[in-house]
Nanobody, 114 residues
Framework: VQLQASGGGLVQTGGFLRLSCAASGNILSFNIMGWYRQAPGKQRELVASITGGGSTNYADSVTGRFTISRDNAKNTVYLQMNSLKPEDTAVYYC?????????WGQGTQVTVSS
């Protein structure tokens, strides 16, 4: 399984970005997919997740600003990030879970300037 994350970049405070995570296989085979982020000097944290049934979960810090979604036909999960803040600056990682296995994509850098 390969996960290809893309869509990061440099944006000003209040701006938006959309991250994409394209899987090499059928994403319906995954129990849950999610986005994590890791800022310098901090632990990796869950940003948002989505189950195969479409149930979503968000970190408190992004609720109301970020939206996770999935396109099963394209085997892709998205993270729409609006009203970005400098504290959202981090490397964002895509993760997929299948049974007892976890798969990680490479990170994509998101930088929000003040």
């Amino acid at each position: 399984v390969q996960l290809q994350a893309s869509g990061g970049g440099l944006v000003q405070t209040g701006g938006f970005l959309r991250l994409s995570c394209a899987a090499s296989g059928n994403i319906l085979s995954f129990n849950i997919m999610g986005w994590y982020r890791q800022a310098p000097g901090k632990q990796r944290e869950l940003v948002a997740s989505i189950t195969g049934g479409g149930s979503t979960n968000y970190a408190d810090s992004v609720t109301g600003r970020f939206t996770i979604s999935r396109d099963n036909a394209k085997n892709t999960v998205y993270l729409q990030m609006n009203s970005l803040k400098p504290e959202d600056t981090a490397v964002y990682y895509c993760k997929a879970n299948r049974a007892w296995s976890n798969f990680w994509g490479q990170g994509t850098q998101v930088t929000v300037s003040s």
